[in-house]
């Protein structure tokens, strides 16, 4: 038999796997061409030995021939189980994501406990940065609170992927907590920052043990997205103006609101009834007065009613009130959660002036998010120790707001958002419960499988 009448031979005999290997191999070449690194085609060469040639026994745990059923079985049911972690772990790193909100602060829109599905297709999935950590686990593993689940110390650099949207104005985004990147192990929830601003640098490290955290393991905040790369930001009286235009408010936006009560016990149930989240409620027993956030609609419909003495809406008009808790922490910006800016978000490729008075602006960024060394002397400021009067911004940044305003940990409170931080889109509620409640009232089934805006 001639060498084309073998061939011929092989490829009857081995029709249906060649089959199977192409059809892979396309699946393969297409995720190879997204993810930019052409290294990776020599896969190929695996996935046809996987299907075709089997020289290498690549399912390791299992025999080439079972000798009994029960074998069979165990071997399948390893099969059936890798191939679960390995799926997972696929989608969960390159579409998306469910995670879950511990907070208020895009209360209505998004409420304290409720599971969300995060896109990371939208703006593009950002690539491990962290590679050797543990699948599916928090920080510490939960039986041994003292060890970690990742190797901090093997990181790779920060590659993004092409997605199928841009980031826009007012989307609601999930990304890494900016100022998440040193912790307190005796305070976990504290931030060291804020604590550094009110006691001082050095007695924060003198009583207190500091832990850093990678970029990819930092707490997960959802935000909605006020202020783009290159947009002028201003707040006033509550108000976010994006380049001069007013933002549309959100159905689910919220404002505090000071109640005076008339002190009878049924206030809170009011409250409740209208749908106030039991941790927004702040009552002052000493004057009956209530401070709690309320949509347009349930402040009318207190309003309305005679429930209540007077209401009027909150507005925080004197800067000293939030001394160290307003970014950017300087005398030269008397800001307040209402009345904020204006202030350029700053974009890739731009260059800001840089001076004295405007440098509490741009500091992290420059060193914290872009690596370099920053001094001030004399006045004058160098950069890697060269005299700088301008700064050229590497990357984007953006300026995020929670829709319950006045009970939100904001950008107000710590400054733009790399866009390195940003893991993906809020896209969908798929569960939702309220654990102050018993029973089936505490599902909210009204929210379940609702898109997110």
Not at 95 to 121: C, G, P, Q, R
Request: hydrophobic share 40%; proline share 4%; charged share 20%.
């Amino acid at each position: 038999m001639n060498f084309i009448g073998k061939i011929k031979q092989l490829l009857i005999k081995y029709k249906s796997k060649l089959i199977t290997w192409s059809i892979y191999s396309l699946i393969y070449s297409i995720w190879v061409l997204w993810l930019g690194n052409y290294w990776f085609f020599f896969g190929i060469v695996f996935i046809f030995d996987f299907f075709v040639t089997k020289i290498v026994n690549w399912r390791f745990w299992r025999k080439r021939k079972f000798t009994s059923r029960k074998e069979r079985f165990f071997a399948e049911i390893i099969d059936a189980a890798i191939l679960a972690i390995l799926a997972v772990i696929f989608i969960r790193t390159f579409f998306f994501e469910a995670y879950t909100t511990t907070t208020s602060s895009m209360e209505k829109t998004i409420d304290a406990n409720e599971h969300i599905f995060v896109s990371k297709l939208h703006y593009g999935p950002r690539l491990p940065i962290t590679p050797l950590s543990i699948p599916f686990a928090q920080n510490n593993l939960f039986f041994a609170q003292n060890y970690k689940t990742y190797i901090a110390n093997v990181s790779l650099p920060y590659k993004r992927l092409k997605g199928i949207s841009r980031i826009r104005n007012f989307d609601i985004i999930v990304f890494n907590y900016p100022e998440g990147d040193i912790i307190l192990k005796e305070l976990p929830d504290k931030n060291y920052y804020q604590l550094c601003r009110q006691i001082g640098v050095k007695t924060v490290k003198e009583n207190y043990t500091l832990e850093y955290r990678p970029l990819d393991k930092r707490d997960n905040f959802v935000k909605r997205v006020i202020g783009l790369p290159g947009d002028t930001l201003q707040i006033l009286h509550g108000r976010a103006f994006i380049n001069r235009l007013p933002e549309p408010l959100a159905f689910g936006n919220q404002f505090n609101y000071i109640i005076k009560s008339r002190g009878e016990l049924i206030d809170t149930a009011i409250f409740h009834k209208l749908g106030v989240s039991f941790y927004d409620i702040n009552f002052n027993r000493f004057n009956s007065i209530y401070r709690v956030p309320l949509t347009k609609s349930m402040y009318r419909t207190i309003r309305d009613s005679s429930f209540f003495k007077a209401i009027v809406r909150f507005e925080n008009i004197d800067p000293t009130t939030v001394y160290n808790q307003i970014f950017p922490f300087n005398d030269n910006f008397k800001w307040t959660e209402d009345n904020f800016g204006p202030i350029v978000v700053p974009k890739a490729g731009t260059t800001v002036a840089l001076n004295v008075e405007n440098l509490p602006l741009y500091q992290r960024i420059i060193t914290a998010y872009e690596g370099n060394k920053l001094q001030v002397i004399d006045g004058n400021i160098y950069i890697n120790g060269i005299f700088a009067i301008s700064y050229i911004f590497k990357s984007n940044y953006y300026f995020m707001m929670g829709d319950n305003r006045h009970n939100s940990n904001d950008s107000r409170n710590w400054g733009f958002v790399p866009e390195n931080h940003i893991i993906g889109k809020a896209t969908m509620i798929w569960f939702s419960a309220d654990k102050n409640n018993k029973g089936l009232h505490k599902f909210r089934w009204n929210k379940m499988f609702k898109f997110i805006r």
